[in-house]
């Protein structure tokens, strides 16, 4: 991985795998946005999912499209680092792209709720790092999920109902930031990103570093 600012002598590392979640409409897709556009290290996990696409979205960019039958294949052929039902429909993270990122040295940020955070900690424990986005209140997203305007208002009511369920699993996660301003927001997720790939337990470069330094 090149040298940057936060990480000048570039030793060797083991890859972040960097988990976003937040209840919808607080703001996480704009900050992985900001995120992939500031960090050239990072690459996103697209994900798979059975529910229909949006007005806006791009297929393979946003998602990966599937049917149920697709869907199901994938869960038989163990191709999912991990999965989940939600909002009536399923999601989940197709493991191969994951591990060509890892193996190509990048950080992979991933947009998957708590189901999926719990149980790719399950599977990578210490690579993991969990991210959750509170909204600075639920009038507060409420209005943003009807600014956004890519849903109807039954869907709305939908994130809505599901939001306080999400927020309560806030406990599971590493760190929490409240989205109230998108600038403020970014600046703490990226003092997060520069902490965790400063950690010594990821340097895996360091020891022929110590070795020449105390020979
Ligand atoms: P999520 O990915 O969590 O569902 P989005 O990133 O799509 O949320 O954000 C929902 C809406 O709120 C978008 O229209 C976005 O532009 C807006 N938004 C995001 N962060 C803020 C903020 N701090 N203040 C005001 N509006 C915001
Ligand atoms: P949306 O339909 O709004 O794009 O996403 C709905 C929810 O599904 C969001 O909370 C998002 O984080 C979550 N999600 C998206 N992809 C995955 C995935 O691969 N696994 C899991 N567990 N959740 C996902």
Redesign the pocket.
């Known amino acids: 991985m090149p040298s940057t600012p936060a990480d000048p002598h570039n030793f060797k590392r083991r890859g972040v795998l960097f988990v976003l979640s937040?209840?919808?409409?607080?703001?996480?897709?704009?900050?992985?946005?900001l995120l992939l556009a500031d960090e050239p290290e990072l690459d996103m996990s697209v994900s798979a999912t059975t529910r229909p696409i949006r007005a806006g979205e791009v297929a393979g960019r946003d998602y990966h499209f599937v049917d149920i039958e697709e869907f199901r294949r994938m869960v038989a052929e163990d191709e999912f680092l991990e999965w989940a039902h939600v909002f009536g429909h399923r999601y989940g993270t197709p493991r191969a792209q994951v591990e060509a990122m890892l193996a190509a040295g990048k950080d992979v940020l991933f947009?998957i709720d708590w189901q999926g955070a719990q149980q790719l900690f399950q599977i990578a424990g210490g690579d993991v790092v969990r991210v959750f986005?509170f909204p600075?209140s639920m009038e507060?997203l409420r209005s943003?999920?009807s600014?956004?305007?890519?849903d109807v208002p039954e869907v709305i009511d939908a994130r809505m109902a599901r939001a306080a369920n999400e927020v309560s699993h806030w406990d599971g996660y590493d760190y929490v930031l409240v989205?109230?301003?998108?600038e403020r927001?970014f600046a703490g997720v990226k003092t997060i990103l520069a902490a965790e790939r400063l950690k010594r337990s990821r340097q895996t470069g360091l020891i022929g570093f110590i070795r020449k330094l105390t020979r």
């Not at 600014?147 to 890519?150: F, G, I, L, Q, S």
């Not at 989205?179 to 998108?182: A, E, M, Q, Y």
């Open positions: 937040s209840p919808s409409g607080a703001g996480k897709s704009t900050i992985a946005r947009d986005i600075p507060e943003r999920l600014k956004r305007a890519t989205n109230d301003d998108v927001c």
